[in-house]
């Protein structure tokens, strides 16, 4: 079953502690991504990547990391985690990178609370 | 279920009625948009899309409408079901980008 796979789904934790939140496709697509969505703000990108080794800044950067070091991999890294990056997390992958637009597939959220 | 619907803006419609759902986007060089549903506890679903070239597409029960013109852009579903209860997103692509700018979103209630 072609799918996005998020861990953990829920997750609670201190302000400063470091974290990462995983992501990972099974559909061999090039394109991966991860949101944040926030009430009544919708999805914002956080960072996304084009390809193996190719990352990039999304519009909601700042706290946060990520690293493709494989192609199905797509980790989100938060290295002091503050409490307003509590927030529901999406990953999401698509196929194609082309100017003629994807439809993206979305994982099941993470559930972050930073105390 | 998750939070992120609680400041929405709702469409309440009978069970068997049609609902349009609209989206004013933002980027008049937007080139591809797409349909999404999320239901409470899961992730945005694709529903359905249309590129710029075009201004109407019909899909299962769905169809979409894009007017350019005052970037305007709807979701009909014919005969609504309890199923369909969920938040609606659209999202644009910016031509040129490889990205999605997402609207905030429209809760629908079906009511039977």
């Known amino acids: 079953e072609a799918q996005v796979t998020q861990n953990p789904r829920y997750l609670i934790t201190v302000t400063g502690k470091k974290l990462t939140v995983t992501c990972s496709q099974n559909m061999n697509h090039e394109y991966m991504s991860w949101y944040r969505q926030d009430p009544g703000l919708g999805l914002r990108q956080i960072y996304y990547s084009m390809n193996v080794e190719v990352t990039d800044k999304g519009d909601v950067p700042e706290g946060y990391k990520v690293s493709r070091k494989e192609k199905r991999n797509f980790p989100l890294i938060l290295e002091s985690p503050s409490p307003n990056q509590t927030s529901l997390y999406f990953c999401?992958?698509?196929?194609?990178?082309?100017?003629?637009?994807?439809?993206?597939?979305f994982g099941q959220g993470t559930r972050l609370t930073v105390v | 279920g998750e939070s992120v619907g609680l400041h929405l803006p709702t469409l309440s419609v009978q069970e068997g009625d049609n609902s349009i759902i609209n989206c004013a986007y933002s980027n008049s060089a937007s080139d591809y948009f797409i349909w999404y549903k999320q239901e409470s506890g899961k992730g945005p679903q694709f529903i359905i899309d249309i590129r710029s070239n075009m201004d109407k597409r019909q899909g299962q029960r769905v169809t979409v409408l894009l007017n350019k013109t005052v970037k305007h852009l709807s979701l009909q579903i014919a005969a609504t079901q309890p199923g369909d209860s969920a938040v609606y997103f659209c999202?644009?692509?910016?031509?040129?980008?490889?990205?999605?700018?997402f609207g905030a979103g429209t809760r629908l209630a079906v009511h039977p």
């Open positions: 999401a992958s698509s196929l194609t990178r082309t100017a003629a637009g994807t439809e993206a597939f």
């Open positions: 999202a644009e692509k910016p031509g040129g980008y490889n990205k999605l700018i």
